[in-house]
């Protein structure tokens, strides 16, 4: 019995140590939604690429293989929980942004970790130069909203102001704001779709798997999965979050990849 516990320690430690060696080599609290909140249809993004039984289909020339197909243009926006990819990459997404520990900007650039986030107005006004570092290795800073309020309890002009008016806010930091959107709480209905799609957003993310005390919950009885799409917080707890997500995604066999790459600009 002991034998056998350390050999199995030792393969989790030692699919730790490869991914860490990939990530080298390559770059690489959530409130529930009140009853109010209106049901959608949540979207999985096609791949471009698919098993060893079905047929492969043609990829563009400048589309490496495993990004999915441009999603299009136009109202509703697909609302996406996962990637439905072949590829063994899970993907990061951290949410607010109030609390910036620094210890996560050294990580982030030490092993080249792409970050989706999605932000608000004011951490955006206070530190751009933090999001901007954080998501210089193929990521992106994309609306959160201004001031994270529920949108399905506002209108549809107050809803365009908070989407639409946080991507003119990260518009004046970099040189091309993100063209996500993420909802607060993940809430949402057609008139916070519509109003995305009009703000230039190409997709609405949501989740999988959620972090928070280094903990990870996933909405699948088998655990963290390609194509994952995990959420987590600009809080105190976030260097642990994403360490206990690097481990667990290395002992699975999978790296973390940068959102954008797999959903590219509508053309």
């Known amino acids: 019995m002991k034998l056998t516990f350390v050999v199995a320690a030792f393969g989790v430690i030692a699919a730790g140590a490869f991914?860490?060696?990939?990530?080298?080599?390559?770059?690489?609290?959530?409130?529930?939604?009140?009853?109010?909140?209106?049901?959608?249809?949540t979207t999985v993004a096609p791949t471009t690429t698919t098993s060893s039984t079905t047929t492969t289909t043609t990829i563009p020339p400048y589309m490496p293989p495993g990004?999915?197909?441009?999603?299009?243009?136009g109202a509703p926006l697909p609302v996406i929980s996962r990637i439905d990819t072949v590829d063994p990459v899970v993907f990061l997404t951290i949410d607010d942004g109030h609390i910036r520990d620094p210890r996560v900007l050294e990580l982030v650039e030490k092993f080249q970790i792409p970050v989706t986030a999605f932000v608000n107005e004011g951490p955006m006004r206070a530190d751009p130069d933090y999001f901007k570092r954080i998501t210089a290795f193929g990521g992106s800073i994309n609306?959160?909203?201004?001031?994270?309020?529920?949108?399905?309890?506002?209108?549809?002009?107050?809803?365009?102001?908070?989407?639409?008016?946080?991507?003119?806010?990260?518009?004046?930091?970099?040189?091309?704001?993100?063209?996500?959107f993420r909802a607060p709480y993940g809430a949402?209905?057609?008139?916070?779709?519509?109003?995305?799609?009009?703000?230039?957003?190409?997709?609405?993310?949501?989740?999988?798997a959620t972090i928070s005390d280094g903990q990870i919950q996933y909405s699948s009885p088998n655990g963290l999965r390609a194509g994952d799409i995990v959420l987590t917080h600009f809080k105190?707890?976030?260097?642990?979050?994403?360490?206990?997500l690097w481990w667990t995604a290395g002992a699975k066999g999978l790296r973390l990849a940068s959102l954008d790459g797999y959903v590219p600009l509508a053309k």
């Open 19 to 41: 991914f860490l060696l990939r990530g080298q080599e390559h770059g690489s609290a959530v409130s529930s939604p009140p009853s109010s909140v209106e049901s959608t249809t």
């Open 188 to 208: 949402l209905n057609e008139t916070t779709r519509n109003a995305a799609a009009n703000c230039g957003m190409n997709a609405i993310f949501q989740w999988t």
């Open 67 to 73: 990004l999915v197909a441009p999603l299009g243009t």
């Open 143 to 180: 609306s959160h909203t201004r001031s994270h309020p529920w949108l399905t309890r506002i209108g549809a002009a107050q809803q365009r102001d908070q989407i639409c008016g946080m991507r003119n806010v990260i518009g004046e930091y970099v040189f091309v704001p993100g063209h996500f």
């Open 236 to 244: 105190n707890d976030l260097y642990d979050n994403i360490i206990a």
